[in-house]
């Protein structure tokens, strides 16, 4: 089992900054890939970005590309991602995700956070 813990959402305006923190404990030595999902009211859960913890290229959804950065922390177990230039498109919940490989669909995650809630205001 791995567990995830995310924090670091709330409500910010249009333009402004917010980072998030995914904190993976449990058998994180069986994960390899960690991601970061959203999902607004009323919509899918889409991914946003995700990246391997053994290092490479990470992947961004176009709509984010410039704007977010995910990166990682080996010692700490963590993931992080670090949003700029939020838009009030970027209002969601934002769920951090384990899995084996780097997929964009979110069945091929196994392991899921409670979820933090971004909102961003114009």
């Known amino acids: 089992q791995v567990q995830l813990v995310e924090s670091g959402g709330g409500l910010v305006q249009a333009g402004g900054s917010l980072r998030l923190s995914c904190a993976a404990s449990g058998r994180t030595s069986t994960h390899y890939v960690m991601a970061w999902f959203r999902q607004a009211p009323g919509k899918e859960r889409d991914i946003v970005a995700a990246?391997?913890?053994?290092?490479?290229?990470?992947y961004y959804v176009d709509s984010v590309k410039g704007r977010f950065a995910i990166s990682r922390d080996n010692a700490k177990n963590t993931v992080y991602l670090q949003m700029n230039s939020l838009k009030p498109a970027d209002t969601a919940v934002y769920y951090c995700a384990s899995g084996n490989l780097l997929r964009t669909d979110h069945e091929s995650y196994a392991y899921w956070g409670q979820g933090t809630q971004v909102i961003v205001s114009s």
């Open positions: 990246l391997r913890w053994s290092g490479g290229n990470p």
